[in-house]
C-alpha cells in the first residue's frame, strides 16, 4: 500500500512539472514587424478617437450656433417692433428702447460670428484628424504588408526545414528498411543453413540408424553366408589338395622332362667313368 500510495505521488509531482510543448519562437524581425504593426493599429484608433471627439464637438457647436442664432432672430423682431413703436410715439424712452434693443442685436450678432468662427475651427480640427487617421491608416497597410512579408519568409524556412527534416527521417527510415531487409536475409539465410545442418543431422542420424538396423538384421545372414563360404573355402581346400597329390607325380615327370639337355662335354664324361670305377674296384 506505502509502495503504492508513493508511485501514484510520483506520477502526480510528474504530471504537475510535465510543461507544455513550446511552439517555436518566432525571429526577431517578425517579432519586430509585429510590434510596429500593434503601435501602428493603437495610432489609428488613436487618431479615429480624436475624428470623432472632434465630430461630438462639432455637434455641440451647431446646437450653440443654432441657439444663438435663435436669440438674434429674437433680438431682430424685438428691435423692429420697438422701431415702430418709436416711429409712432417718437418719444425719447421709445428711441432709447430702440437703441438698447440695436446694442444688444449687435452683440448678439458678434456672437455667432464667434461661434461659427470656432465652428469652422472645429471643422478644420476634423479635417486635420481625417488626414492623420488617413497617413495613419496608409502606414498600418505597410506595416501590415511588412509583417505579412515576414511572416510568409517565417513560413517558407519553416516549410524549408520541415521539409528537409522530413528527407532526413525518409532517408533514416530507408536505411533502417534496408538494414532491417538486410538482417532478415541474413536471419533467414542463418536460419536455412541451420536448417540443412539439421537436416543433414537428421538424415546422417537416419542412415546410421538404416545402418545399424540392415547391420543388425545382415549379420546373421552375413555368419551364415562366411560360414557357407568358409566350408566351401574348406571344400575346395581339401579337392585342391587331392588334386594337387594326384598330380604330384606327373609333375615329377615333367620335371625330368623339363630338365635340361646336357653339354657335349657331359655327354663324354659318363665314358670316362666306368674306367675311373674299375681302378676303384681293382
Given at each position: 500500500?506505502?509502495?503504492?500510495?508513493?508511485a501514484?505521488?510520483k506520477?502526480?509531482?510528474?504530471?504537475?512539472?510535465?510543461?507544455t510543448?513550446?511552439?517555436p519562437?518566432l525571429p526577431k524581425s517578425?517579432t519586430n514587424?509585429?510590434s510596429?504593426?500593434?503601435?501602428?493599429?493603437?495610432?489609428v484608433?488613436q487618431?479615429e478617437?480624436?475624428?470623432?471627439?472632434?465630430?461630438?464637438?462639432?455637434?455641440?457647436h451647431k446646437?450653440k450656433t443654432d441657439?444663438?442664432?435663435?436669440?438674434?432672430?429674437?433680438?431682430?423682431t424685438?428691435?423692429?417692433?420697438?422701431r415702430?413703436?418709436?416711429?409712432g410715439?417718437g418719444?425719447?424712452?421709445?428711441k432709447?428702447?430702440?437703441?438698447?434693443a440695436?446694442?444688444r442685436m449687435?452683440?448678439?450678432r458678434l456672437?455667432l460670428?464667434?461661434t461659427?468662427?470656432?465652428?469652422?475651427?472645429?471643422?478644420?480640427e476634423?479635417q486635420a484628424?481625417?488626414?492623420?487617421?488617413?497617413?495613419?491608416?496608409?502606414?498600418?497597410r505597410?506595416?501590415?504588408?511588412n509583417?505579412?512579408?515576414?511572416?510568409?519568409?517565417?513560413?517558407?524556412?519553416?516549410?524549408k526545414?520541415?521539409?528537409?527534416?522530413?528527407?532526413?527521417?525518409e532517408?533514416?527510415?530507408k536505411?533502417?528498411?534496408s538494414?532491417a531487409?538486410?538482417a532478415?536475409t541474413?536471419?533467414?539465410?542463418?536460419n536455412?543453413k541451420a536448417a540443412k545442418k539439421?537436416?543433414a543431422?537428421?538424415?546422417?542420424?537416419r542412415?546410421?540408424?538404416a545402418?545399424?538396423?540392415?547391420?543388425a538384421?545382415?549379420?546373421?545372414?552375413k555368419?551364415?553366408?562366411?560360414?557357407?563360404?568358409?566350408k566351401?573355402s574348406?571344400a575346395?581346400?581339401?579337392?585342391?589338395?587331392?588334386?594337387?597329390?594326384v598330380k604330384?607325380?606327373?609333375?615329377?615327370?615333367?620335371a625330368t622332362?623339363k630338365a635340361p639337355?646336357?653339354?657335349?662335354?657331359?655327354?663324354r664324361?659318363p665314358?670316362k667313368a666306368?674306367?675311373?670305377?674299375?681302378s676303384t674296384?681293382n
Open positions: 500500500m506505502a509502495r503504492a500510495k508513493k501514484a505521488a506520477k502526480k509531482t510528474a504530471a504537475r512539472k510535465k510543461t510543448v513550446k511552439a519562437a517578425v514587424a509585429e510596429k504593426f500593434k503601435l501602428q493599429e493603437k495610432a484608433t487618431a478617437k480624436k475624428v470623432d471627439q472632434a465630430q461630438v464637438k462639432l455637434d455641440r446646437k441657439a444663438e442664432t435663435a436669440k438674434l432672430g429674437k433680438l431682430r424685438e428691435l423692429s417692433a420697438k415702430d413703436k418709436a416711429k410715439g418719444t425719447a424712452a421709445a432709447r428702447a430702440v437703441d438698447g440695436k446694442g449687435n452683440t448678439q456672437k460670428q464667434d461659427r468662427g470656432e465652428g469652422k475651427l472645429v471643422r478644420a476634423i484628424a481625417k488626414k492623420v487617421v488617413a497617413r495613419e491608416k496608409k502606414k498600418l505597410t506595416a501590415q504588408r509583417l505579412t512579408t515576414k511572416m510568409r519568409e517565417y513560413e517558407r524556412k519553416l516549410a526545414k520541415a521539409k528537409a527534416e522530413q528527407k532526413k527521417a532517408q533514416k527510415a536505411r533502417l528498411a538494414k531487409k538486410k532478415a541474413a536471419k533467414t539465410a542463418s536455412k539439421k537436416a543431422r537428421t538424415t546422417t542420424a542412415k546410421a540408424g545402418k545399424k538396423a540392415t547391420k538384421k545382415s549379420t546373421p545372414r555368419a551364415a553366408a562366411r560360414k557357407a563360404t568358409a566351401k574348406a575346395k581346400s581339401k579337392s585342391g589338395a587331392a588334386r594337387s597329390s604330384k607325380a606327373p609333375a615329377r615327370k615333367a622332362r639337355r646336357k653339354s657335349s662335354a657331359a655327354k664324361a665314358a666306368p674306367a675311373s670305377s674299375e674296384s
